[in-house]
């Protein structure tokens, strides 16, 4: 299973830190992605890193706010994510693949996500 922690509400301009912690598969046999869905709108890749995390990606609109990290050894990755913007706000959550890629559809577990408000 996948778990998502450390949404909360912060300002514009602030930081999160978002976790997610792998249990029940070999997890360095998978890539990992950062999806997020706003009220209303379709699911979207965030970012993605490589089983090993020698590879990243991220979507144009987080590049150079949100790093993607992950520990091999404890079966976590992270999100952490600067500069924060009302539009960043929805439910993030992370999912396993085989593909490393953006598109949710090659993903095959999520977690239950975790809610992050970005507002005054």
């Known amino acids: 299973q996948l778990v998502e922690s450390g949404g909360d509400l912060v300002q514009p301009g602030g930081s999160l830190r978002l976790s997610c912690a792998a249990s029940?598969?070999?997890?360095?046999?998978?890539?990992i992605g950062w999806f997020r869905q706003a009220p209303g709108k379709e699911r979207e890749g965030v970012s993605c890193?490589?089983?090993?995390?020698?590879?990243?990606n991220y979507t144009d609109s987080v590049k150079g706010r949100f790093t993607i990290s992950r520990d091999n050894t404890k079966n976590m990755v992270f999100l952490q994510m600067n500069s924060l913007k009302a539009e960043d706000t929805g439910i993030y959550y992370c999912?396993?693949?085989?593909?490393?890629?953006?598109?949710?559809?090659?993903?095959?577990?999520w977690g239950q996500g975790t809610q992050v408000t970005v507002s005054s």
């Open positions: 890193i490589s089983s090993h995390g020698g590879i990243t």
């Open positions: 029940g598969f070999t997890f360095n046999y998978y890539h």
């Open positions: 999912a396993r693949g085989r593909l490393f890629s953006l598109v949710t559809k090659f993903y095959d577990l």
